[in-house]
């Protein structure tokens, strides 16, 4: 068993996907239990998909492609609040109308340069945590450490912004900031992830293993330490699978996460089916 | 700053800085609807004010137009500068509907986030801060819950982890939006008896309420709206039929006049 672990690590392109994995593992969860508390999960959705025109436009110019891909998740979000503030229209639609839009010119963008140039957009779209490079590895830890250290700076006040914007808001904290700032992390998350989960299914790594912890833990700081650790165990399984059987790496991982939370939400003492199935049916009965 | 001072130093720290609030013609408009027309009034400290009207009265959009959350035209002084320049001075509790009680906070998550703002960024809370927090949950009687998570608590109960979270912030004004709805007669006393000590340091005490019942009798000032001010003062002034008619528009109970 432990021969099956141990045994592709050998392989330098092995050693740099556990590291990817390890830090998009806990970089999504910390970041999605944000998500999950102010209600934004569908926004992370949106922002992943909104990501593609920026990065074929900038493989175009030869900028970095990264960089193109962030510009283009912040603009979605600036234009979807727009709509929505400008608008009748309301935020969901906005959201639903802004990211197929991009999505869809992403796509047309990609599908032109991969006629001349081997670019893979199955790669951005499904991940392939297995083809990292080196230095993908040290941005994505430079972003992780980043992002790190600016939400253990600011935790307090950011959770009471979460927890009571409005409270917040009265107690002089700059709250318009904070969801501008939470924006701009999201964005720079799913592009670190964009490598090992694709676009499509970064939403998985960013709300699931927030959700697991947070049928299993009371505070906030624990869904987030809990949610990191089943982030990593869940992109690491992913890895190993894609390794064993071929398989993208993006589908492979969230399946995992996908797992464990229906575990959770089976077997969680307090939340989980089977407790209240106890506490209504069973407990009662043997009184 | 940082040592434990005796609480009753700390309640009378500023008896001397502290300021009435001057409402001047305060206009809110939603869109194309006005919500508020031409609220003019001032308050002196020390003094419990309950703010009623009927339903869509514009009550708890005057107190977040006081406080800058919605944009509003006018002014709002406290002492000689806006009252949302000084928001360091300000707890305000908002509506129980406007919180999310499914969130993963503690009761002591949830009252230390009154010491947020003094704490300050990059700051831990200090052993003063937790002091502080301890203590306005104990005054509040839900020092025993302070490890529970804050969804398994009562309506009333929620209400007074919110009350000693307002308490912690050390303000001089204190808005309350709704703070009886759903609470128990237990809360309702304690939440009284609070502002009550609290008007007595010379604090400022909004409370936006509907309830025209015998509960009334507590508030120093009334303010009466129906999107524009229909009457401001004690309650004698206030609680006329000619005034409860132009705000209920006739379907009051009238047990306030005997209240007043």
Known sequence: MLEILIEPLQYGFMQRSLAAAVLVGILCAVVGSYLLVRRLSLLGDAISHSLLPGLAIAFILGVNIYFGAFVAGILSAILIGWIHTRSPIKEDAAMGIVFSAFFAVG??????????????????????????????????????????????????ELLFYCFDPLGAQAAGLPTAAFNAGLMILVALTVVASMKTVGVILVL?????????????????????????????????????????????SGPAIVMVASGLFFLALLFSPEYGLLARFYRHWVAPSLR | ?????????????????????????????????????????????????????????????????????????????????????????????????????TFPATVWDVVL????????????????????????????????HRNRRI????????????????????????????????????????????????????KTIFVVNHDLGESIANFDQLVLLNRELIAVGSRSQVLTLDHMTR???????????EAA
């Open chain 2, 1 to 101: 700053m940082d040592g434990i001072t005796p609480p009753s130093a700390r309640w009378h720290r500023s008896l001397t800085d502290q300021a009435a609030v001057t409402v001047r013609h305060l206009d809110v408009s939603y869109g194309s609807v006005q919500a508020l027309r031409d609220i003019s009034f001032t308050v002196a400290p020390g003094q419990l004010i309950g703010i009623f009207g009927p339903n869509g009265a514009g009550k708890s959009t005057l107190i977040k137009a006081m406080l800058g959350l919605v944009p509003a035209s006018g002014s709002v002084l406290y002492g000689d500068r806006p009252l949302a320049e000084q928001l360091a001075q300000v707890a305000y509790v908002p509506q129980r509907s406007q919180i999310d009680w």
């Open chain 2, 113 to 144: 986030m009154g010491r947020v703002r003094q704490a300050g960024y990059l700051h831990r809370f200090s052993a003063r801060s937790r002091y502080i927090a301890a203590e306005a949950l104990e005054r509040v009687g839900m020092a025993a």
């Open chain 2, 247 to 257: 705000a209920y528009g006739g379907y009051v109970n009238f047990y306030a006049q």
């Open chain 2, 151 to 202: 969804g398994q608590l009562s309506g009333g109960q929620q209400q007074r982890v919110f009350l000693a979270r307002a308490i912690a912030q050390e303000a001089e004004i204190f808005c309350f939006d709704e703070p009886f709805v759903g609470v128990d007669q237990k809360t309702e006393t304690i939440l009284f008896s609070i502002f009550r000590e609290l008007a007595s340091t010379g």
């Open chain 1, 204 to 248: 998985s790594l960013l709300i699931t293993p927030a959700a697991t912890a947070y049928l299993l833990v009371p505070r906030f700081h624990q869904v987030m330490i809990v949610g990191a650790g089943l982030g990593v165990l869940s992109s690491m399984s992913g890895m190993y699978l894609s390794y064993y059987f071929n398989l993208p």
């Open chain 1, 107 to 156: 796509i047309a963008l990609i599908t032109l340069v991969q006629r001349e140039n081997k670019i893979d957009l199955n790669h951005f779209l499904f991940g392939n945590i297995l083809g990292v490079t080196a230095t993908e590895v040290r941005d994505i830890a430079i972003i992780t450490v980043l992002i790190l250290i600016a939400i253990l700076a600011l935790y307090k």
